[in-house]
């Protein structure tokens, strides 16, 4: 079942934060993080393993709380070069492991203005 | 590496024609995935192999839908018949491991239009 963002669609002015939002109704494994300008193919993030695990990426950093079967993806400072569509792809957990293959959640569109 | 590499990069055909989407993984890699990316959808995984083995097909959406992979360097998509429904992008992406600890590596994608 596909993992539900959100907001849909922000609009910031450079510097701004933002946060973004994926929820899935199963037990997660691991959460990817990928970005994707218009055009192009997906780029990757950050993966999160386990649950209550924070990573960062130069200004980029992400959580995922595994009870609530959550991950936040934050942008902080946001730059003009943020702008794209943010997908998290969610591994279910399959008897205590991953089951190898990703749900994509249908996106956020980021917008940063100057 | 040059990364993974796909082609054609666009394709326009009629309903009805059959139609092949090939797929170069990065060397080395022991996963491949086939995406299909629409609006109304998003990206929705079609059928993944491990070490050229199809290991989940179950997202293939008709018989119509089929995949290969002959050898860890190559795969195909075919389509046949092609319908106008199945116009969409299509991404074949590879990963060095299973996604629970590596990231995929997406090609740049095969625009499909079927009139």
Excluded at chain 2, 9 to 38: A, N
Excluded at chain 2, 83 to 108: H, I, K, M, W
Aim: a neutral charge; hydrophobic letters at 30%; proline letters at 5%.
């Amino acid at each position: 079942q596909q993992p539900v963002q959100s907001p849909q669609a922000v609009i910031l002015r450079e510097g701004e934060d933002a946060v973004i939002n994926c929820s899935s109704s199963k037990a997660l494994y691991s959460v990817h993080w990928y970005r994707q300008k218009h055009g192009e193919a997906p780029v990757f993030l950050m993966i999160l393993l386990k649950g209550g695990e924070q990573k960062g990426h130069e200004k980029i950093s992400a959580s995922f709380n595994e009870k609530k079967q959550q991950s936040s993806l934050y942008l902080t400072a946001s730059q003009l070069s943020y702008s794209g569509t943010y997908f998290c792809g969610t591994e279910k957990a399959y008897s205590g492991a991953g089951s190898y293959q990703l749900t994509f959640g249908k996106g956020t569109k980021l917008s940063v203005i100057p | 590496d040059a990364g993974v590499i796909q082609s054609p990069r666009h394709e326009v055909t009629e309903m009805g024609q059959e139609v092949t989407l090939r797929c170069k993984p990065i060397s080395g890699h022991d996963y491949l995935f086939w995406y299909r990316q629409t609006m109304m959808r998003g990206l929705e995984l079609l059928i993944y192999f491990n070490n050229n083995v199809p290991i989940d097909d179950s997202g293939m959406p008709e018989d119509r839908f089929s995949a290969k992979m002959p050898n860890a360097s190559f795969s195909t998509l075919k389509i046949q018949p092609s319908e106008p429904r199945d116009s969409a992008v299509y991404f074949c992406a590879s990963s060095l491991s299973g996604v629970s600890y590596n990231e995929q590596f997406f090609g740049p994608g095969t625009r499909l239009t079927v009139l």
